[in-house]
């Protein structure tokens, strides 16, 4: 494992607070920063990290801001520069979820993380590329095609917030906004070397997120450093009523969050160290251990028993999920229907049979079937109780620590093209991330070292539901002592 803990691109844009404070001392303009960024974002093209990008929208905002900012009313976001995956709905722009049975869908209006945003002066640039409806680990599964790995060649981005990880990674913005509904925010976060956080569920609200597993989704933030993953995660989190899960929970002053670990307990569950985790992987949680027990935390190991049946678990309740929340795209309420048809029921079979890529389709089938009547008990029923098991693994884990330390994924970012043909090994790849959310927990993905081909290694903290500031202490810490 070697160490390098400097952004893995070369960024167009610092933080946020130093971009801010540039603008307020006239050094730059917003307006500029983001002519930097468009620029950055039509010269890496072939990453195919956007599928749009809001060119003149973008300016027009960034010189409103920049006025703000100048006569002292701007809010706490000015002078943020921020990309948004494509299933997250902005108001009169193109909202696709990567799919192309959404190929002309313009919502008419904003999610809630998208008004907040904007109220608090940040600019959105464009829209990222994903795996259809968020379904998969590499961002390969998408109509506007693959999303590559700004920092690994021949890689994928992981998935299915791969866009957003990409557009961060490689300097196009500041922070990225993404959805985790089994890991979607912090494996590819791990796989292009920046931080990603998915957050409690119910701590920031699913309005306007095209749902893929209710139970189990959450917006989170992904970003270069934990002071820009914080700001933008202050903004975002908070009730909304038109969010029936939405927690009342206050959210608390994320940006006051220490690096420290002293007098913590942190957690190694050993089933996560196990059979199939790369070497230089199991190092990196080594090492990350030993820096924490330097600094006054205690090192314990703790048991996860229920580890092996989290992702039969996570594959049958999420796509039990999206098979419902999915029959809503019929040809007739929304986007692409299929030209030519002669019944209703050509209608609908045609425009979901072409407007559908493999990967939804697979889970369509499997979700109807497990939901079934004669299926409901063995499968689905099951998975709800094995889904209450996982939940007390972690209630018991937390009675002894603070705070779990884990490796993001057992590898790091696979070839592209590696695994679209096998959908287990793809499944087996959200192996520590999909008990996190069936646990409603939050958990954070940050960069620690790279392994022997140079490749970013993410390491995962878990921390007790609505505890993302020890989250952020841990991270903040490991970033300053890589
Ligand atoms: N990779 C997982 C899946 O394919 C997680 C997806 C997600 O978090 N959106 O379902």
């Known amino acids: 494992m070697t160490r390098d803990r400097q952004p893995s691109a070369s960024s167009t844009v610092p933080s946020i607070r130093a971009t801010r404070q540039a603008i307020r001392e006239g050094n730059d303009s917003l307006e500029q920063v983001v002519s930097r960024c468009l620029a950055a974002i039509a010269a890496g093209s072939d990453i195919n990290a956007f599928i749009t990008v809001f060119d003149e929208q973008a300016l027009e905002a960034a010189r409103r801001i920049d006025g703000q900012i100048r006569s002292g009313t701007a809010g706490p976001l000015a002078g943020a520069v921020i990309a948004v995956k494509d299933n997250i709905a902005v108001k009169d722009c193109l909202m696709t979820c990567g799919s192309r049975i959404l190929h002309n869908f313009i919502p008419p209006y904003d999610a809630t993380v998208i008004s907040r945003l904007q109220e608090a002066g940040a600019v959105i640039i464009g829209k990222t590329n994903l795996d259809e409806f968020a379904?998969?680990?590499?961002?390969?599964?998408?109509?506007?095609?693959?999303v590559k790995n700004p920092v690994a060649p021949g890689h994928v981005a992981g998935g299915s917030s791969g866009g957003s990880a990409a557009a961060v990674a490689a300097?196009?913005?500041?922070?990225?906004?993404?959805?985790?509904?089994?890991?979607?925010?912090?494996?590819?976060?791990?796989?292009?070397?920046?931080?990603?956080?998915?957050?409690?569920?119910?701590?920031?609200?699913?309005?306007?997120?095209?749902?893929?597993?209710?139970?189990?989704?959450?917006?989170?933030?992904?970003?270069?450093?934990?002071?820009?993953?914080?700001?933008?995660?202050?903004?975002?989190?908070?009730?909304?009523?038109?969010?029936?899960?939405?927690?009342?929970?206050?959210?608390?002053?994320?940006?006051?969050?220490?690096?420290?670990?002293?007098?913590?307990?942190?957690?190694?569950?050993?089933?996560?160290?196990?059979?199939?985790?790369?070497?230089e992987i199991a190092a990196a949680v080594d090492a990350a251990a030993e820096k924490a027990r330097s600094s006054g935390a205690k090192v314990v190991s703790v048991d996860l028993p229920m580890t092996d049946y989290a992702i039969a678990t996570y594959y049958l309740i999420c796509t039990a999920e999206a098979s419902s929340n999915l029959a809503r795209y019929d040809g007739a309420h929304y986007g692409f229907r299929a030209e030519g048809v002669r019944s209703l029921e050509e209608m609908y079979t045609r425009s979901r049979s072409e407007g559908f890529g493999e990967e939804v389709k697979r889970r369509i089938m499997l979700g109807t079937y497990v939901l079934s009547a004669g299926y409901y008990d063995a499968y689905y029923r099951r998975a709800m109780k094995a889904r209450s098991l996982i939940r007390r693994d972690f209630e018991q884990a937390f009675?002894?620590?603070?705070?779990?330390?884990?490796?993001?994924?057992?590898?790091?970012?696979?070839?592209?093209?590696?695994?679209?043909?096998?959908?287990?090994a793809m499944y087996l790849s959200d192996i520590f991330t999909v008990s996190v959310n069936l646990a409603g927990l939050p958990a954070i993905s940050f960069p620690y070292g790279r392994d022997d081909q140079g490749l970013p290694i993410g390491l995962q903290c878990i921390a007790p539901a609505f505890d993302e500031i020890s989250l952020l202490r841990a991270a903040r810490f490991f970033e300053q002592n890589g």
Do not use: W
């Open 135 to 146: 379904m998969g680990s590499s961002s390969e599964h998408s109509a506007s095609g693959a």
């Open 171 to 279: 300097g196009y913005c500041h922070a990225a906004l993404g959805s985790d509904t089994g890991g979607s925010i912090r494996q590819p976060a791990a796989f292009t070397g920046v931080f990603g956080l998915k957050p409690t569920y119910g701590r920031v609200s699913r309005f306007g997120l095209a749902a893929f597993a209710s139970s189990l989704d959450q917006i989170g933030p992904l970003a270069r450093s934990t002071e820009d993953l914080a700001a933008v995660l202050q903004v975002i989190s908070g009730h909304d009523p038109l969010d029936g899960t939405s927690a009342q929970e206050p959210a608390p002053d994320f940006s006051a969050s220490v690096a420290s670990l002293n007098g913590k307990t942190i957690g190694i569950p050993a089933q996560y160290l196990g059979e199939g985790v790369q070497p």
């Open 399 to 424: 009675a002894t620590c603070d705070l779990l330390l884990t490796p993001t994924t057992p590898t790091t970012a696979f070839r592209s093209g590696e695994k679209t043909t096998d959908p287990l």
